[in-house]
């Protein structure tokens, strides 16, 4: 007899990724893919189960050369590549591994330290084919992600909240997206006052939209739906590419029965009414400026994720002490 709730039923039509540094979470839900943010692994690395991957990092520079920023910039790497791997005997597809917030504007920095993330995989044995280098969705992210996507280098663009910024993650090649759908909700709930649910919700519409541009012009980047608020958002993008779910509504999926709707598919997409553009980066920033929401959203984003990381790196430094 196969079972009929709601996460069993999403895996038919959508890839189901563990947003979590919990590895727990990732053998009880068994998703294809996880995704981690400095936000997670500075979550994780506090619990006390996970704490000897962080002390494991710790140990092995000892007698390094390095020393200062270096210092703790080489051990945080060494987080993150242990995260990943441990991540990797769990989950069969690919694990997110994000760049620093602080260079989202550094294209070259960008392109640097993904490079170098992508080498210390390769000397665990990893293939760059199971990761994906989380980027933000600046201009100059995306251009970091065109680069590194010629190389055989993956990205998931992270922090997506604009059509503009959506369209030139397309063009640019990039191989996945992020759309944030419970952060345009919070945006637009706290502008207007207003609940929304179902598909009215702006976050699920934002989604939608984008994923109907893509399956339209075929374009063949990925779209995951990211940060959500309920499993009502999430139901109402099954069929989406990929969705990337938080602990707790994994759980929420599998504890409600009955059967799901596939809501997105390459067919609806194939028959809308749409106009294909093109954004250089004059056009580009003046679309993504003109939209509030993904401005304030964006720069809220990396300020927050950057904080967390320098929370990291004082955790590493009181270590070291």
Not at 8 to 34: C, I, N, R, W
Not at 54 to 73: R, T, Y
Not at 84 to 113: H, N, Y
Not at 220 to 237: D, P, Y
Request: hydrophobic share 40%; with cysteine; aromatic share 8%.
């Amino acid at each position: 007899m196969s079972s009929t709730n709601h996460l069993d039923q999403l895996k038919k039509y959508t890839t189901v990724v563990a947003d979590t540094g919990d590895f727990a979470t990732m053998e009880e839900y068994q998703p294809q893919d996880a995704t981690t943010n400095p936000s997670l692994i500075l979550q994780a690395a506090n619990k006390p189960e996970y704490k000897h991957l962080v002390e494991q990092a710790v140990e092995e520079h000892k007698g390094s050369d390095l020393s200062g920023n270096a210092l703790v910039e080489s051990i945080i790497d060494r987080i993150l590549i242990l995260f990943g791997v441990e991540i990797l005997k769990i989950v069969p597809g690919r694990v997110s591994t994000e760049v620093d917030a602080r260079m989202s504007f550094d294209t070259e920095g960008t392109v640097a330290k993904a490079r170098h993330l992508i080498d210390l995989y390769e000397k665990e044995g990893i293939s760059r084919d199971r990761i994906l280098i989380k980027i933000a969705s600046t201009w100059e992210g995306i251009r970091a992600a065109e680069e590194l996507e010629k190389d055989g280098i993956h990205c998931n663009l992270t922090l997506l909240f604009a059509f503009a910024q959506a369209v030139a993650c397309a063009e640019a090649g990039v191989q996945l997206i992020s759309p944030f759908v419970g952060r345009i909700y919070d945006w637009f709930k706290k502008s207007t006052g207003e609940e929304y649910q179902g598909a009215n919700d702006p976050g699920v519409l934002s989604v939608t939209e984008i994923y109907n541009y893509y399956k339209k012009f075929g374009y063949k980047t990925e779209v995951m739906g990211a940060s959500f608020r309920n499993t009502g958002q999430i139901t109402e993008l099954a069929g989406c590419d990929l969705l990337t779910i938080s602990p707790g509504l994994l759980e929420e999926l599998q504890n409600t029965e009955g059967e799901l709707e596939c809501k997105l598919s390459e067919e609806t997409a194939q028959a809308k009414d749409l106009e294909k553009i093109s954004l250089d980066e004059k056009a580009f920033r003046f679309m993504f400026n003109e939209d509030a929401m993904a401005t304030e959203k964006t720069a809220e984003g990396i300020r927050n994720f950057s904080a967390d990381i320098v929370k990291l790196e004082k955790l590493i430094g009181e270590m070291l002490d």
